[in-house]
């Protein structure tokens, strides 16, 4: 079986945020860069393909040059090789054309998509995957066994889940629940000196283009002054919560 795992590079959720250009650019000066969480939960569920039914692992990702740190820590990880498509990830549609050019070429079998990527919480791209490559789709996927070309995944939904069973060629947009948090795989020296000798391919992008683009970044309004209702005052505090923060 062959594996794909779209790798999103994204902030760390603890860098600070900011803008330049008058706020129409992403400043990355100072900000750290990691694995899209939903997509190291698919890295590691992919691991265990590899392990347990000797699946073969890529990782691809749509960037620059910036984005090949995190490449290489999926490499140190365990994914057999990766791919680099040189070209900015401005647009959700483009990036799934250019991950479904390398589906075909390459001929997987499974695509391990996280859900979304916590930078611009899109949530598109395994979708439209999924159409440009005319493959099975399971979204916010939390569990995946696959026997030969037969396939069980469990998936999340308002107030419960749901069990599906399919078949192969499939993407999945994955979550927590592919793997626990307590699963995700720290890179070793052993990892880390082995991804250097991995193969790293880095392709021409195909003509795509972008459908939309950003016109401004703005960031939430900052939290207003606390008020503190005595705990035998229920008249103010229902007076607060009905016509000043309207919640009720």
């Known amino acids: 079986m062959k594996i794909l795992v779209c ?11 900011n803008f330049t250009e008058n706020d129409t650019k992403f400043d990355t000066n100072g900000v750290q860069y990691v694995i899209n969480p939903n997509d190291e939960f698919g890295l590691t569920r992919a691991m265990w393909f590899k392990e ?13 040059a910036e984005t090949e740190p995190t490449l290489r820590k999926a490499l140190a ?15 959700g549609f483009s990036v799934a054309k250019q991950l479904a050019h390398v589906v075909k070429e390459g001929g997987y079998d499974l695509v391990i998509a996280g859900r979304e990527s916590i930078d611009y919480n899109g949530g ?10 005319n493959a099975n789709f399971v979204n916010n996927c939390i569990s995946l066994d696959i026997d030969g070309t037969s396939v069980k995944a469990v ?3 308002d107030g419960g889940k749901e069990i599906l069973s ?10 927590k629940g592919l793997v626990e948090e307590s699963e995700l795989r720290i890179p070793n020296m052993r990892g880390i000196m082995m991804a250097r000798q991995k193969p790293l391919t880095v392709l021409d992008p195909i003509e795509a283009t972008n459908e939309t683009s950003s016109v401004k970044f703005e960031k939430p309004a900052p939290k207003g002054a606390v008020k503190l209702v005595a705990p035998d005052n229920l008249d103010e505090l229902i007076n607060l919560l009905h016509n000043e923060a309207k919640v009720i």
Do not use: C, F, W, Y
């Open 7 to 17: 790798i999103s590079h994204v902030p760390d959720t603890t860098s600070k945020i």
């Open 52 to 64: 347990k039914q000797g699946a073969n692992v890529t990782v691809v990702n749509v960037g620059g």
């Open 77 to 91: 990880i365990g994914a057999d090789a990766a791919i680099r498509v040189n070209t900015v990830a401005t647009d």
């Open 124 to 133: 598109m791209v395994p979708g439209m995957l999924a159409a440009l490559t």
């Open 155 to 157: 998936r999340e939904i």
């Open 166 to 175: 399919t078949s192969l060629p499939l993407v999945i947009g994955g979550q």
